[in-house]
């Protein structure tokens, strides 16, 4: 499923009628993340990102993926795959996606977003939810990111979710961070530092990425043109807090 999903994204952007490289952004990465679990072992977790996203003359489909690991003692894989669709102007955009979560169990997922574009400020807000079998995580999240420079980028979250079903849970997480893309160069540094309150343990999770982009030039277009509809990753990042 995590296959035909990013595959049909590729191939829906390479097989539209006026496709050219130019309408076509997209950036392919790596993270690491060190979670300090308050009450429990630290936690080292990596991986890969990628994204593309193809602009059909206002309206945008984005294919996104990540592939990691988590070492709890023994490496655990995990992964996110998703399909989002929706317009996008110079200054909002509202799109809606489905993917699939794999973290040992699986679920389908489903949710929408929007951003919302000033002179130098860039926001994206949320919902979506993650079907285990009828325990399903729900998820809600807003960030912004001021652009003191076009190459130069703070941003703040917020973040809410709750587990329904059996042992259910709820848990808010708020986070600051910053970007930074090398003048002149395809390459992006992200880092950032977030802070998980749980019903039953509490995290702070430091994040350093790297990542290549092609089809922007600035940080500030990245966010603005490029495959930077969140809400499937941003679900993800609560859901893995569920576990």
């Keep these: 499923m995590k296959k035909t999903l990013f595959g049909a994204a590729a191939a829906l952007a390479l097989a539209a009628p006026g496709f050219a490289l130019a309408q076509t952004t997209g950036e392919i990465g790596a993270h690491y993340n060190s979670i300090d679990l308050n009450n429990g072992p630290d936690i080292d977790a990596w991986g890969l990102d990628v994204g593309v996203?193809?602009?059909?003359?206002?309206?945008?489909?984005?294919?996104?993926?990540?592939?990691?690991?988590?070492?709890?003692?023994?490496d655990i894989g995990v992964s996110n795959v998703a399909v989002a669709g929706g317009v996008r102007n110079a200054d909002y955009a509202v799109y809606g996606y489905v993917g699939h979560i794999s973290l040992g169990a699986e679920a389908p997922t489903i949710g929408v977003g929007g951003q919302l574009h000033m002179d130098r400020v860039s926001f994206n807000g949320s919902i979506g939810v993650a079907d285990f079998n009828g325990a399903d995580v729900r998820a809600a999240n807003i960030d912004g990111t001021y652009f003191f420079t076009d190459n130069f980028g703070v941003l703040a979250e917020v973040g809410y979710g709750e587990a329904r079903g059996a042992g259910g849970a709820e848990w808010s997480s708020a986070g600051v961070g910053g970007i930074y893309r090398v003048s002149g160069a395809p390459v992006t540094l992200d880092f950032g530092y977030r802070r998980t309150e749980?019903?039953?343990?509490?995290?702070?999770?430091?994040?350093?990425?790297?990542?290549?982009?092609?089809?922007?030039?600035?940080?500030?277009?990245?966010?603005r043109s490029g495959p930077s509809f969140n809400g499937a990753t941003r679900l993800y990042e609560q859901t893995i807090n569920a576990l």
Excluded: C, P
């Excluded at 996203?53 to 023994?74: E, L, M, P």
């Excluded at 999770?205 to 922007?216: A, I, M, P, Y």
């Design 53 to 74: 996203a193809h602009d059909f003359g206002g309206f945008v489909v984005q294919g996104d993926a990540v592939s990691g690991r988590y070492d709890v003692g023994a």
């Design 198 to 223: 749980h019903d039953t343990r509490d995290s702070d999770l430091l994040r350093l990425g790297v990542s290549l982009n092609f089809g922007t030039q600035t940080a500030r277009e990245a966010a």
